[in-house]
């Protein structure tokens, strides 16, 4: 079982920045991947960002040049970092996490309670 709690979420006017973080706590043997996801009100859930555990990133079209994803592999923490936000990236930001529980187990997907991001125009 993994737990992930996130914090940083809240208001923010148009152009400011917020820090989201999501750590990963229990029986975890490994990350493969953490990153974070998004769903506004009536749209589906998406991508906003990844991180591998080899430092590969991928980033939304729609963020790139303006968010940054981060980890500390030590404390199984994902970061991300949002600037220059827009009234289009309000919404509410899922931590996601791939990890192994233990050696020779498939990987397992967990998802934090989410937090939500307003961004005021």
């Known amino acids: 079982q993994v737990q992930l709690v996130e914090s940083g979420g809240g208001l923010v006017q148009a152009g400011g920045s917020l820090r989201l973080s999501c750590a990963a706590s229990?029986?975890?043997?490994?990350?493969?991947?953490m990153g974070w996801y998004r769903q506004a009100p009536g749209k589906q859930r998406e991508l906003v960002a990844l991180?591998?555990?080899?430092?590969?990133?991928n980033y939304a079209d729609s963020v790139k040049g303006r968010f940054t994803i981060s980890r500390d592999n030590a404390k199984n923490t994902v970061y991300l970092q949002m600037n220059s936000l827009k009234s289009e990236d309000t919404a509410v930001y899922y931590c996601?996490?791939?990890?192994?529980?233990?050696?020779?187990?498939?990987?397992?997907?967990?998802w934090g309670q989410g937090t939500q991001v307003t961004v005021s125009s």
């Open positions: 991180i591998t555990n080899s430092g590969s990133t």
């Open positions: 996601y996490v791939v990890g192994v529980l233990r050696l020779g187990v498939p990987p397992l997907s967990s």
């Open positions: 229990g029986s975890i043997f490994s990350i493969n991947a």
